[in-house]
């Protein structure tokens, strides 16, 4: 029966490819597939088919009614449109557009932040946006009329709440939570009271780490943050580690990684230093570790704080904080 | 902190370029933020001699000056008034060229031409706001030499350095000297001078009572008599100029390059305007009024502490000084104050006032709690050498009891290379040797030591130290950071990583960049105009908002409860610029008011998912795309919930103000309401000005998450065929597709059936208040194959079920 059915292929498709007109077309669809046709009598001699074989026969003929279905349909079609006298492609002309859409460029220094950090054994976790002003300030050894708080204009809802003007709150939180050791990266949106330019907006993002252990020093901060650097900004960059201050960290340290338009011999984008600073560091200070209720003397651990806006716009290029939330395609379009 | 090369080389041998030496203290912690020539962008500036002052034209206003430049006489008009036959003066010749004034050609005035210009301070780059006045120079300069090459004072270099809060000792110049001796191992200079007194004692003339310690632990004070105020000398003001400050007497000069030498704030009363011979310092009284003098009156409180003679308030404390005292041309005898005020209350003050000061910048941070009577020498020391000023016998000093020289600090040794992960020499004791040479450079003093610890008390201007770890940074910072090596953890700790949230968060976002949109972030903060145009009532729980208390600009004094007005801003700044095919997503927080109102608790944050899309103009006909319909978004919304493992939708009219009533859906699963989609009624487009029909979705992740299945489990492959049936009905309007099919699914339930819509229709050849609706239904067996005669029963049997529920007629 197989082999009818191969020969019966064969020729419906001859016949078809001979056809001159409708009428004729019509008539090669009755024969074959009208409610007499061939394959209609062929389907009611399924019955005589052993059980096994009856449904594997019957959608072999199914799948020829569909072959020969299209094939009529094909040809109808051919009949109804005016075929060009000479059918000439043009492999130039554009394809139909599919478009995907685009990850904003925050989102992709977040992410490849987080798959670094998560190679290096940290893991994610997320906080509050709107803050206490304790974990913001006060644990992490900023009481009120501390001169630091100066640089951190805050958005205030009530007098103890506010929006969090760093990432660094999620310290606290988590060491409250959790006994050590600690290894953790907490990115999100932080807030500041800065009018708007184009270095500043009143909201960015920021990514936190934090590392608590027995035997964490300055040398694990540096390698873990050269590796960072390596790995967003390319193996040629250098890291520079210098003494900064930030009241929840001593020794307090800045991070620079050398300017890559001018290979750190200095140009206008890096105010002719030849650096870029990129992000403040520091080994946990004991008052810290204390207050959300380690103990300081057995346990040691660094903590780092960097702009993600301010790491894309190094690592882009771009030259204007304002792009990343006016969300205009011909700028979002491009990170892909 | 500005201050120059050749100032830092008074007090200190360097042997470092400008250049290395900025370079080397960012290393230590002091980045210099501008390092700029003395002179920039000047050239063709000599010294000349002014030998005739004419006055021309009508007004009296300018005078021609000739003026001495040795190689010839020029003839210059000048406007300024402060000049004098005989006078050094800078003078820029024709061709010559100054900071932002470009290049200097010679031009006629009231028909004389002027060769020239007598320079002022700001126009040579000098000083930061434009004075009065030429800057009149030493008349021991060489006369026609070019000002930017003379050694005395053109060839230096300014550096503005940034110094941070806590380290208030680096905002003088024996400070950054003391750095820069202690990296370099040299000897700090620090000046001394003898005092001449005179047999009037002190005490004759005041007497000072403090009120209360706490908030001024340490009061001292001298009296210089019968000075003469007047213009400072040009060594002193060019010293100013090097330290960005500006001149003004010789007296509050002194004071003023006594604070930036050693850090202490000055002040200088007129003895004269002092009642009752007696200096009181206590707390202002309620609403006590005080004119500072800048000639601002100030209401002061009780916390705010005023320097006070017998009747009136003479000075607010640290902050600055009254108008009723202050230095005057005809000033004879002056009190000088050196004071050691609380930090904390300052900048209470300080910021209660808003004023902020050189001085208050200093007390807040905390200065030395020991250099008042230094500093106050050193300035009485000026004044005598500059003034005929006599300075009295004795110092009034007097302080608290509680004012205490640094705590002694055990440093462990060990903690050094535990904290550093490295020893800082080859061996236990090269390590401690080093440790103690470092300590000793920065005059910190070693009280006792052993094998594993020492015991250390930092000098007194280092109130940043605290703590064996502040120690630490110490050592660490001139050991060098960069002689710190770099390793990676030695444990290894085994994690999670990311938590299930984040992940299904990351999926959503996958799920909806692959359905075209793309991702945008926008500000938390909100215009609650958008309720007002979204037409939410005020008790739509959307409005129950966080507020903020001082919020920057109107357009952001909330926080956002939905990404709407996000999404309708993005979509109107692209429809702005140009863009045609508009597909944006927000995954974002939301924010909501506290549910209790227990101390410590915080507002609810919400993950919300949040999408628009919207079709400008007529697209392309060669791309021949799709119509953006509510259906559309549907599409999107469906292989969405699809793809996240979301499963037995409900898709149903919606209620929401701001969509069209028609085109208006909320979804729900299991009776949960999680989103709402629908097209943005017409009235709003109309406002934002937008021309096309924009479609929204939002959808509340926080209910959706627990609702998602996380496993897939395989179906087996379906062994037999299917079998396809067409069916037309036309339909009361008001029975929905939803429904039929549901009752469709409930015949023969043992047997699979799919239903897929292809066609509805309204039309005249349709009864009024009715449809046609066309579909397809597939009917599948697990165990054998289908016959026709079977599927038409189920067939019969669903056309009489349509027919009494919902009387269909079939076509
Ligand atoms: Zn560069």
Redesign the pocket.
């Known amino acids: 029966m197989e082999k009818d059915m191969e020969s019966l292929k064969e020729k419906f498709h001859k016949k078809i490819a001979s056809i001159k007109d409708r009428e004729e077309l019509q008539r090669i669809r009755n024969e074959y597939i009208g409610r007499k046709g061939i394959v209609a009598q062929m389907l009611k001699n399924i019955t005589l088919l052993s059980s096994e074989e009856k449904p594997r026969v019957g959608e072999l003929l199914n799948r020829i009614k569909r072959d020969f279905q299209k094939a009529i349909a094909e040809k109808d079609r051919e009949f109804l449109t005016e075929k060009p006298v000479e059918e000439k492609i043009d492999i130039t002309i554009p394809g139909k557009d599919f478009m995907l859409g685009t990850i904003h460029p925050i989102e992709l220094i977040l992410k490849a932040t987080e798959d670094i950090f998560l190679g290096m054994g940290f893991c994610i976790v997320d906080g509050p946006e709107v803050e206490l002003d304790y974990y913001n300030f006060e644990a992490l050894n900023i009481p009120k009329d501390h001169p630091a708080r100066d640089d951190q204009d805050s958005f205030y809802i009530t007098p103890d709440i506010l929006l969090r003007t760093q990432t660094s709150p999620m310290q606290v939180r988590i060491m409250e939570n959790q006994p050590p050791p600690v290894r953790i990266i907490s990115a999100g949106k932080c807030y500041r009271r800065d009018s708007i330019d184009n270095t500043h907006t009143p909201m960015f993002h920021q990514i936190e780490g934090l590392a608590v252990d027995k035997d964490i020093s300055m040398a694990d901060l540096k390698g873990v943050i050269i590796e960072f650097c390596k790995q967003i900004f390319g193996k040629d960059r250098i890291t520079r580690f210098r003494p900064g201050y930030f009241p929840f960290v001593e020794p307090g340290v800045e991070v620079d990684v050398s300017?890559?338009?001018?290979k750190?011999?200095?140009?206008?984008?890096?105010g002719?230093?030849?650096w870029?600073e990129i992000m403040g560091a520091g080994m946990v200070h004991p008052h810290v570790l204390e207050m959300a209720g380690y103990n300081a003397q057995k346990y040691t651990g660094f903590a780092f704080g960097m702009g993600a806006e301010r790491i894309a716009m190094l690592k882009y290029g771009i030259n204007d904080i304002r792009l990343f939330f006016e969300n205009d395609l011909r700028f979002l379009t491009q990170f892909k | 902190m500005q201050v120059s090369y050749n100032l830092l080389k008074e007090y200190v041998d360097i042997d470092l370029t400008p250049q290395e030496l900025a370079e080397r203290l960012s290393m230590n912690g002091i980045v210099a933020e501008r390092i700029k020539p003395v002179f920039e962008e000047v050239k063709g500036v000599v010294i000349g001699k002014i030998t005739e002052i004419q006055v021309i034209g009508k007004s009296g206003n300018l005078s021609l000056c000739k003026v001495d430049i040795k190689s010839r006489e020029l003839q210059i008009i000048c406007g300024a008034k402060n000049i004098n036959i005989g006078d050094f003066v800078p003078v820029v010749t024709e061709g010559g060229n100054l900071p932002g004034l470009g290049e200097i050609e010679g031009k006629e005035i009231h028909g004389v031409y002027s060769q020239g210009m007598l320079c002022s301070a700001w126009e040579l780059g000098l000083e930061k706001s434009k004075s009065p006045g030429i800057l009149i120079l030493d008349n021991n300069l060489p006369l026609g030499e070019n000002i930017e090459n003379l050694t005395a004072i053109g060839n230096d270099v300014i550096f503005d350095f940034e110094i941070f809060s806590n380290r208030p000792d680096l905002l003088s110049i024996i400070g950054i000297a003391r750095e820069i001796a202690a990296f370099s191992c040299k000897t700090l200079r620090i000046p001394e001078q003898e005092l001449v007194e005179t047999d009037e004692l002190i005490t004759d003339y005041i007497s000072v009572e403090v009120e209360d310690e706490d908030l001024c632990p340490r009061y001292a004070g001298r009296i210089i008599k019968g000075l003469q105020v007047e213009e400072s000398p040009f060594w002193l003001r060019w010293k100013l100029f090097l330290l960005g400050v500006r001149p003004i007497n010789n007296i509050v000069d002194i004071t003023n390059y006594v604070m930036m030498e050693t850090g202490q704030p000055l002040h200088a009363f007129d003895l004269s305007f002092i009642n009752g011979k007696k200096i009181i310092i206590r707390r202002a009284n309620p609403r006590e009024k005080f004119r500072t003098l800048d000639g601002m009156d100030r209401i002061l409180n009780v916390d705010n502490l005023v320097i006070a003679d017998s009747e009136r308030a003479i000075a607010l404390a640290g902050v600055m000084g009254g108008e009723n005292s202050e230095i005057k041309d005809s000033t004879k005898d002056v009190f000088l104050e050196s004071a050691y005020f609380d930090p904390i209350n300052n900048r209470r003050t300080s910021s209660y006032l808003g004023m902020r000061t050189d001085a208050s910048n200093r007390f807040e941070k905390g200065i030395d709690p020991y250099g008042q009577v230094f500093a106050l020498n050193r300035a009485a020391y000026h004044i005598m050498r500059l003034t005929e000023g006599k300075i009295l016998s004795g110092v009034i000093d007097q302080y608290s009891k509680k004012l205490s020289r640094g705590k002694a600090i055990k440093l462990n040794l060990s903690k050094v290379a535990q904290v550093l992960g490295t020893k800082v020499g080859k061996s236990n004791k090269e390590s401690k040797e080093r440790i103690i040479d470092i300590l000793n450079r920065l005059e910190f003093q070693i009280n006792s030591q052993d094998e594993q610890f020492l015991e250390i008390t930092p000098p007194s201007f280092r109130s940043d130290i605290k703590i064996d770890v502040d120690i630490i940074e110490e050592i660490a910072r001139i050991f060098g950071y960069e002689n710190i090596p770099s390793t990676l953890f030695k444990a290894t700790l085994i994690q999670e990583g990311k938590s299930d949230r984040q992940k299904i968060v990351d999926k959503m976002r996958n799920i909806l960049i692959s359905c075209g949109m793309h991702q945008i972030v926008s500000y938390s903060m909100i215009n609650p105009k958008y309720f007002e145009w979204l037409k939410l009532p005020l008790s739509h729980n959307l409005c129950q908002t966080i507020k903020l208390s001082n919020p920057l600009i109107q357009e952001q004094t909330i926080m956002r409860t939905t990404l709407i007005p996000g999404l309708l801003k993005a979509i109107q700044w692209n429809v702005n610029h140009s863009m045609e095919q508009i597909k944006l997503f927000e995954i974002g927080r939301t924010y909501f008011p506290q549910k209790d109102s227990r101390k410590g608790s915080l507002p609810v944050e919400k993950l919300m998912v949040s999408g628009g899309i919207v079709k400008i103009g007529r697209g392309n006909i060669w791309q021949k795309t799709e119509n953006w319909d509510l259906f559309y978004l549907k599409g999107i919304l469906e292989a969405f919930f699809d793809s996240l493992g979301v499963h037995d939708i409900d898709y149903l009219p919606g209620d929401s103000p701001f969509f069209h009533p028609q085109e208006n859906g909320i979804i729900k699963i299991k009776d949960k309401k999680i989103a709402i989609f629908g097209r943005l009624e017409d009235d709003i487009i109309n406002l934002l000005d937008i021309p096309g029909n924009i479609l929204l979705f939002e959808l509340d992740f926080e209910e959706l998450y627990p609702l998602i299945e996380r496993e897939i489990i395989f179906q087996p492959l379906p062994k037999y065929p299917y079998i396809q049936r067409d069916m037309a009905l036309v339909i009361d309007e008001r029975i929905n597709f939803a429904q039929i099919k549901r009752e469709i699914l409930k015949v023969s339930q043992d047997i699979k059936k799919r239903v897929e819509l292809f066609d509805v229709f309204r039309g005249k050849q349709i009864k009024r208040g009715c449809k046609s609706i066309a579909f397809s239904i597939f009917f599948q067996a697990d165990d054998r194959t289908l016959t026709d005669i079977e599927v038409d029963k189920i067939m019969e049997n669903v056309k009489i079920r349509l027919k009494e529920l919902f009387q269909a007629d079939l076509r």
Do not use: E, I, T
Not at chain 1, 259 to 262: A, D, Y
């Open positions: 300017c890559g338009l001018c750190g011999k200095g140009c206008q984008s890096c002719y230093s030849g870029l």
